[in-house]
């Protein structure tokens, strides 16, 4: 359909945001010469650690979604654990790059994942300090406080940026992109 793009942004919002981070291995296959970059908006993907114990909720959706089809080659670690995904984006995809845009206590995820919001907002911690602060190619946008979906909301501020600049900032390849 697009056989001239010069480059993708795959975007997804909530289950649409971890649609994205889960297709965006499939989305660069498809398109191999060009860059394809992902914008995940509120659908963190978070650590083992803060889920349920035993956690069926993932078991359920490794199956009915056909993860195992999905997930790229050679991540591992994703067969037991989501959020490595970003790490191995990060190493696979050098010059690509990634956002998480989220609030600090998302409304909706911990309802979904079967946490309590204190739990979430420990999960996105580790996710953003463990898998996106090591790279230079992939940052999150947090806004303090609760919601969902920062993406329609482009005039929210973290630390004096808004989320339209970061996503501004991280399209145009600004070298100053930053998680703010």
Known sequence: TFPQA????LAGSSAGGIGAT?????????????RVDMINDSGAVLPEDVMPSPNTEEQQWRTQWNLAATLPPGCNA???SFDVIFAFYANEFPANRG??????????????????TSKFTQGLGELEAQQFAPTTTLKYF???GSGHELW????????SVTVQQFVT????DDLNWTSP
């Open 152 to 159: 329609f909301t482009p005039s929210l501020t973290t630390n």
């Open 78 to 80: 994703c067969a037991t």
């Open 142 to 144: 947090n806004k303090a």
């Open 22 to 34: 889960m297709n965006w291995w499939q989305t660069q296959q498809a398109f191999p010469n060009v």
């Open 169 to 172: 900032q991280m399209v145009t």
């Open 99 to 116: 956002a998480l845009l989220s609030y600090t206590q998302d409304t909706v995820l911990p309802l979904f994942y079967g946490i309590s």
């Open 6 to 9: 010069g480059r993708i942004i």
